[in-house]
């Protein structure tokens, strides 16, 4: 089942970060794990990252296993969902009947649930507090437990607090790209440079430093040293570098 779907079957009410709801999820509760089953989970470029270290594998290798390509509703960009097993209720293959074997490392919707998030437009300043709201499952008795959250206090307790504003700069791509006229496509290669600085940050360093990139651009020797040694930082690099691709906002000078 999409999410998409889920949040149809009731009227999604909009939440604030101050918003306050009862939830609590644990072995105790009767459908522990049933939420992850039958979901379309949407990777984000920091959730390849830790999935694939945590594994041990390489981007390209984690991509090739754990998932399965698609395109962003009322975009034209391409993404990853997580791959779900082939069984009778489309389990996620890091789910057991003793919870995930990955929680660490969970993916950011993972972290969210119960709550979603949107985006409503991209415009500088507007709705920086983000857009909340519940995916209610019939079969969820999480709501039925006494713990009291915010929204604020679950992000901060779940995570996801990290996971945004780590992907930040993706997510303003996606918004941007959004607020786009349907028929505005992307050309074929910037579709490819989206993909790769998003999903294959292992590709994706070997085209900074193992191609004539660094030729053509002024970097500074810092930013250089600095997206060299940390994943992290190449990504944030590969956010910025995609903007000036995507949106000429010229912010990469050329040499």
Known sequence: MDISDRMAEVEPVRLGLDSKFKFECHKGVKCFTKCCRGINIIL????????????QL???????IYTEPQ???????????????????QSCPFVTDDGCIIYEDRPTTCRYYPLGVASLSHKEGVDSDGFYFFVH???CLGFEEEKEWTVREWRNDQGVDIHDDINAGW??????????????????????????????????????FESSFLDRYNIDDE???????DEIALLD???????DVLFKEGSFQLK
């Open 223 to 229: 930013t250089v040293e600095r997206i060299r040694k």
């Open 237 to 243: 690099f590969g956010f910025k570098w995609l903007k």
């Open 137 to 139: 499952e019939p079969h």
């Open 171 to 208: 997510t303003d791509l996606v918004v941007r790209k959004r607020s786009f006229p349907p028929n505005l496509k992307l050309v074929e290669e910037s579709k490819k440079m989206f993909f790769l600085v998003s999903y294959n940050i292992d590709k994706f360093r070997q085209f900074v």
């Open 58 to 64: 390489s981007s390209e290798e984690f991509l090739a």
């Open 44 to 55: 984000t470029p920091y959730d390849i990252i830790r999935l694939k270290n945590r594994l």
């Open 71 to 89: 395109l962003l509703e009322k975009t034209d960009l391409p993404v990853v969902a997580l791959k779900l097993m082939d069984d009778d209720i």
